[in-house]
């Protein structure tokens, strides 16, 4: 149980483009999803929190305009990286939990690339 | 400012020996702590936790030691196969204040078993 699902595992695109990345929690609902952003050899940092149904917090140096986050259902959050550059270009993964006394169960991840 | 500590970028084991990953911490509003395992191009996958009201937690090969006093926790895992090689991840989650519920990951440890 608890799989959560990440989609896509790769992209490669050009700069200027805007990428969106879906996570799905398969068999179980997730209250509140997180989405971490991870740079080579470095720890997963959170970037923002989100709760079904209500805006995301987003955590101290990340731009909310320039990551678009989305928590429609209790099964489906997806980021939106606009416009995304070169800079931008590194590991994102979700997480979900159904509570906050749980563990939070990951998806496997998306390596972002920009041209 | 790295809250979550793991000071040891890489641990080299003999197969069937004991496996000792450490972890240290420096918020003292941390009151839950997890260790992940990732595989390369996956997400973490949840192994054990402990809360800080214990000292102690087992689940068969796996055991998490908590040391409150000394902000020290420490994955042991008895005895270590070449499957395990992986890198472990130390995370703590917050009782209150801005750390409320939030996954804070230490560096990583690439764990690698000898055959």
């Known amino acids: 149980g608890a799989v959560v699902s990440q989609h896509p595992s790769w992209v490669i695109c050009k700069s200027g483009t805007s990428v969106k990345i879906e996570c799905r929690s398969l068999d179980f609902q997730a209250t509140t999803m997180f989405w971490y952003r991870q740079f080579p050899k470095q720890s997963l940092m959170l970037m923002a929190t989100s709760n079904e149904g209500s805006k995301a917090t987003y955590e101290q140096g990340v731009e909310k305009d320039k990551f678009l986050i989305n928590h429609a259902s209790l099964t489906l959050s997806t980021l939106t990286v606009t416009s995304a550059h070169p800079e931008d270009s590194s590991f994102y993964i979700c997480?979900?939990?159904?509570?906050?006394?749980?563990?939070?169960?990951f998806g496997d991840g998306t390596r972002l690339s920009i041209l | 400012d790295q809250q979550v500590k793991q000071n040891s970028p890489s641990l080299s084991v003999q197969e069937g020996r004991i496996s000792i990953l450490n972890c240290d911490y420096t918020?003292?509003?941390?009151?839950?702590f997890l260790w992940y395992k990732k595989y390369p191009a996956e997400g973490p996958t949840f192994l054990i936790s402990i809360s800080s009201i214990k000292d102690k937690n087992e689940d068969g090969r796996f055991t998490v030691f908590l040391n409150k006093s000394a902000k020290h926790l420490s994955l042991h895992i008895v005895p270590s196969q070449p499957g395990d090689s992986a890198v472990y991840f130390c995370a703590a989650i917050g009782a209150g204040g801005t750390s409320y519920g939030k996954l804070t990951f230490g560096q990583g440890t690439i764990l690698t078993v000898h055959p």
């Open positions: 918020n003292s509003m941390f009151d839950y």
């Open positions: 997480s979900a939990r159904t509570g906050v006394d749980q563990p939070q169960h």
